[in-house]
């Protein structure tokens, strides 16, 4: 077992503002407040739901808040569903995380393969170019590209299929990465970068290099 299955999004490359920041603040302007953590893990609930990209959105699902305040357990209004429903949350800024290029050139210089397993736009090939990342990745497996999304495990299915081996995934999202790896018979590791995710105790990591180190225990390289 040879091969890292890796997230992009929050694990390789930040976008700025990241979505749930948006969110939380688009909510502050309807008059409601909320924690950035809140947020995020009412979205990223709500987002594991998904297994298939909304056919309007490129690859990502339709972002549903009447079921995100569901999992914020709070009441609210139609009309404030319906506002924030209009809204595009994706950001185009995104850049390199510090630990991305010496996380990946560790794998490659093991003779690792990598394969990145992302839900995300036909934007993908365009940051993948812009960073250079390419040069880094055996395959990408996006959701724009094959239709299903994490954490649907098909969509890591793909991925073995690519890497002809089964291995690790590492992502930043527990309902998507670390559950949708499960699905697939993968062993996840979760990227718990900001803390949001202070329940999980086993192969969480809060960075890449903590990643690696974890990974050459489980590859031994």
Same mark, same amino acid.
């Given at each position: ?97 510090? @630990?991305?290029?010496? &996380?990946?050139? %560790?794998? =490659?210089? $093991?003779? /690792? ?78 990227? @718990?970068?900001?803390? &949001?995710?202070? %329940?999980? =105790?086993? $192969?969480? /990591? ?16």
């Amino acid at each position: 077992m040879r091969t890292v299955f890796v997230d992009m999004g929050d694990t390789l490359v930040k976008f700025v503002p990241r979505m749930h920041e948006s969110v939380a603040n688009a909510m502050r302007e309807q008059g409601i407040e909320v924690t950035e953590k809140e947020v995020f893990r009412a979205l990223m609930k709500h987002m594991g739901k998904s297994n298939f990209p909304h056919p309007d959105h490129d690859g990502l699902s339709k972002l549903d808040f009447a079921d995100i305040f569901y999992e914020m357990g709070r009441p609210v209004d139609l009309e404030v569903i319906k506002n924030l429903s209009s809204r595009n949350y994706l950001s185009d800024r995104f850049e390199l995380y510090d @630990d991305a290029i010496p &996380f990946l050139k %560790e794998l =490659k210089s $093991n003779n /690792v393969k990598v394969i990145l397993v992302t839900n995300t736009t036909r934007k993908v090939h365009t940051i993948l170019k812009t960073l250079g990342l390419y040069q880094y990745l055996d395959s990408v497996i996006a959701s724009c590209d094959v239709g299903v999304m994490k954490p649907n495990p098909k969509i890591f299915y793909h991925a073995m299929k690519e890497a002809g081996d089964t291995g690790v995934h590492i992502g930043d999202v527990y309902e998507i990465d670390y559950v949708g790896a499960k699905r697939a018979y993968l062993e996840p590791i979760l990227l @718990d970068r900001f803390g &949001f995710y202070e %329940e999980i =105790k086993e $192969n969480k /990591v809060s960075d890449l290099y903590q990643a690696l180190d974890l990974l050459k225990e489980k590859l031994k390289f």
